[in-house]
């Protein structure tokens, strides 16, 4: 299973699957993150937190932790 957390910076990847439970699930749904979108990993902190990934047209940052929620292909 590869997730969000290990992209190398500059690749383009698509949502699989999301992990995760109840409100945190929903905070990266509402942030545009679901099944089938492609993300563009922007730039990647120096110990790996946060990422910073387009999504839709727009910039965001996420932590570690919620990138390991996110599996991709």
Sequence with gaps: MVTLKDIACGQRVRVKRLSGEGPVKRRI????????????????????????????????????IDAEMIEVE
């Design 29 to 64: 749904m509402d942030m545009g993150i679901t099944k089938g979108v492609e993300i563009y990993v922007r730039k990647v902190a120096p110990f790996g937190d946060p990422v910073e990934i387009t999504v839709r047209g727009y910039e965001l940052s996420l932590r570690k």
